[in-house]
């Protein structure tokens, strides 16, 4: 199996900064799009950043021009960085890995467990 281990959440002041981690680890023979998705109470979840493994990037307008995704294929790991944070980006954020993985392999989806990020006075 693949698991996803997720951290930096917390509480930030409006305008601050907080960057996310998350390291897949387990049965992987390959990796493709790494992405985070953030779920508020009461809505759907929804994408906030994606990298495909070739390195495009996509974000919804929400967040583009103060989020960045990037990820490091050594080590398994994405990373969103995230600033200008304004009340709204309040929520569960989510690691997302569609990887080949486990045995026998299979290629589908893998989620982090989430962390919370709460921005606020």
């Known amino acids: 199996q693949v698991q996803l281990v997720e951290s930096g959440g917390g509480l930030v002041q409006p305008g601050g900064s907080l960057r996310l981690s998350c390291t897949a680890s387990?049965?992987?023979?390959?990796?493709?799009?790494m992405g985070w998705y953030r779920q508020a109470p009461g809505k759907q979840r929804e994408l906030v950043a994606a990298?495909?493994?070739?390195?495009?990037?996509t974000y919804p307008d929400s967040v583009k021009g103060r989020f960045t995704i990037s990820r490091d294929n050594a080590k398994n790991a994405v990373y969103l960085h995230m600033n200008s944070l304004k009340p709204e980006d309040t929520a569960v954020y989510y690691c997302?890995?569609?990887?080949?993985?486990?045995?026998?392999?299979?290629?589908?989806?893998?989620w982090g467990q989430g962390t919370q990020v709460t921005v606020s006075v």
């Open positions: 997302n890995v569609d990887a080949l993985g486990g045995w026998p392999p299979v290629r589908r989806d893998y």
């Open positions: 990298v495909t493994d070739g390195g495009s990037t």
């Open positions: 387990g049965t992987i023979f390959s990796i493709y799009a």
